[in-house]
T-cell receptor, first 114, second 113 residues
Framework: DAGITQSPRHKVTETGTPVTLRCHQT?????MYWYRQDPGHGLRLIHYSYGVKDTDKGEVSDGYSVSRSKTEDFLLTLESATSSQTSVYFC?????????????FGPGTRLTVL | GNSVTQMEGPVTLSEEAFLTINCTYT??????LFWYVQYPGEGLQLLLKATKADDKGSNKGFEATYRKETTSFHLEKGSVQVSDSAVYFCALSGWGGSEKLVFGKGTKLTVNP
């Protein structure tokens, strides 16, 4: 168990409203990632972080921003949600331990934008 | 850039059947290769991995061999169970310091009793 939680687990919102998703880890991992999962696309990287206040864009970053003010928390914000952002969002951490650099995923947040 | 192509599903098998899910990749250098599994309503779990050519990853009866000559990492299991019903994702992470994962689109497996 990599100690990753995501909140909320489900959210329904309206177009144009801001939304923030939270990822929390308990094991002090340096790297954290946000992905979205959509049918026919697999998982696509939105943003990632390699330390406190150090973030970078992934392949589908438009319309999303992130922040990491503490090691344990990585926030994903949709400044003005659109229906195309309806998706399941997964957070992941990277474990650089004895097993190599592996990613472990949270349980996901299902977001519906009406 | 790096990419992964895996066979499209869905795949439906009877219990105890042999499973193969094909995965091929495009990458420069020597990527690491992974299979992840996603059970209904859950996040992805690492199933197995291989980090260099000819390595065989194995876990829970599943196996995959890193074939650089064919740029493939096919997932196999000799006798599937109903509990193996899930979506399987092939993924790679880049060589040369870039560890961001690139995923295939996933293959849904349903195993009937």
């Amino acid at each position: 168990d990599a100690g990753i939680t995501q909140s909320p687990r489900h959210k329904v919102t309206e177009t144009g409203t801001p939304v923030t998703l939270r990822c929390h880890q308990t094991e002090n991992h340096r790297y954290m990632y946000w992905y979205r999962q959509d049918p026919g696309h697999g998982l696509r990287l939105i943003h990632y972080s390699y330390g406190v206040k150090d973030t970078d864009k992934g392949e589908v970053s438009d319309g999303y921003s992130v922040s990491r003010s503490k090691t344990e928390d990585f926030l994903l914000t949709l400044e003005s949600a659109t229906s195309s952002q309806t998706s399941v969002y997964f957070c992941a951490i990277e474990d650089s331990g004895a097993g190599g650099r592996e990613q472990f995923f949270g349980p996901g947040t299902r977001l519906t934008v009406l | 850039g790096n990419s992964v192509t895996q066979m499209e599903g869905p795949v439906t098998l009877s219990e105890e059947a042999f499973l193969t899910i094909n995965c091929t990749y495009t990458a420069t250098g020597y990527p690491s290769l992974f299979w992840y599994v996603q059970y209904p309503g859950e996040g992805l779990q690492l199933l197995l991995k291989a980090t260099k050519a000819d390595d065989k990853g194995s876990n829970k009866g599943f196996e995959a061999t890193y074939r650089k000559e064919t740029t493939s990492f096919h997932l196999e299991k000799g006798s599937v169970q109903v509990s193996d019903s899930a979506v399987y994702f092939c993924a790679l992470s880049g060589w040369g310091g870039s560890e961001k994962l690139v995923f295939g689109k996933g293959t849904k497996l349903t195993v009937n009793p």
